[in-house]
């Protein structure tokens, strides 16, 4: 069974950074994708990025493009989304997923992961 846990969030002001860490556990294959989601309140959940496990193919909402940027240390378990020139809207709760199939269709579709983390919470104030 895949555990997922989240850490690195919190608050910041408009403009600022955040790096988000999902560890990952208790797999014998590394899942396929890994990715961020996040939700709102009042809202629904959003892919924001994800990432091929075993080559560098990686998904960006367009909402976080050129601003978010996802990477991973295979030596640590760790996946990252590294956060600048954080916005207002960006403020959610973000969620690791990750998918143990090696077909995915829609990356950031949420409907399409096996394993979700708790969350950490994200609040950009303007």
């Known amino acids: 069974q895949v555990q997922l846990v989240e850490s690195g969030g919190g608050s910041v002001q408009a403009g600022g950074s955040l790096r988000l860490s999902c560890a990952a556990s208790?797999?014998?294959?590394?899942?396929?994708?890994m990715g961020w989601f996040r939700q709102a309140p009042g809202k629904e959940r959003e892919g924001v990025a994800i990432?091929?496990?075993?080559?560098?193919?990686?998904y960006y909402a367009d909402s976080v493009e050129g601003r978010f940027t996802i990477s991973q240390d295979n030596s640590k378990n760790t996946l990252y989304l590294q956060m600048n020139s954080l916005k207002a809207e960006d403020t959610a709760m973000y969620y690791c997923?990750?998918?143990?199939?090696?077909?995915?269709?829609?990356?950031?579709?949420?409907?399409?992961?096996?394993?979700w983390g708790q969350g950490t919470q994200v609040t950009v104030s303007s």
């Open positions: 990432k091929h496990t075993g080559d560098t193919r990686t």
């Open positions: 997923a990750a998918r143990s199939s090696p077909w995915l269709n829609r990356p950031l579709s949420g409907a399409d992961y096996d394993y």
């Open positions: 208790g797999y014998t294959y590394r899942p396929y994708y």
